[in-house]
Nanobody, 121 residues
Framework: QLQLVESGGGLVQPGGSLRLSCAASGNNADYYAIGWFRQAPGKEREGVSCISPGSTRINYTDSVKGRFTVSRDNAKNTVYLQMNGLEPEDTAVYYC??????????????WGQGTLVTVSS
């Protein structure tokens, strides 16, 4: 079983940057794909990015390509989401989630509690 804790959210102006962290605790965290998801008010949850256990498979939703970068440090059991060029449309609660193996799915096994990102002037 894994426990996931996100941090790093906050209020930022358009064009600004934030780095989210997802700290995993539990057995064999480095065998899990980690996904970042977000849910904006009144909208469905969407997948933002996914990184495989060995960081060999990384993908992003089209709206964040070129602006967001996902990475992981397996020695620290932590996954990061560097968000640059933030736009008001990025405002959402961001969640990290884990699934055993190389791939993320909409239905992940473990979820964090979420961290709020607000992009506003």
């Amino acid at each position: 079983q894994l426990q996931l804790v996100e941090s790093g959210g906050g209020l930022v102006q358009p064009g600004g940057s934030l780095r989210l962290s997802c700290a995993a605790s539990g057995n064999n965290a480095d065998y899990y794909a980690i996904g970042w998801f977000r849910q904006a008010p009144g909208k469905e949850r969407e997948g933002v990015s996914c990184i495989s256990p060995g960081s060999t498979r990384i993908n992003y939703t089209d709206s964040v390509k070129g602006r967001f970068t996902v990475s992981r440090d397996n020695a620290k059991n932590t996954v990061y989401l560097q968000m640059n060029g933030l736009e008001p449309e990025d405002t959402a609660v961001y969640y990290c989630a884990a699934r055993f193996g190389a791939y993320c799915r909409a239905e992940m096994t473990y979820w964090g509690q979420g961290t709020l990102v607000t992009v506003s002037s």
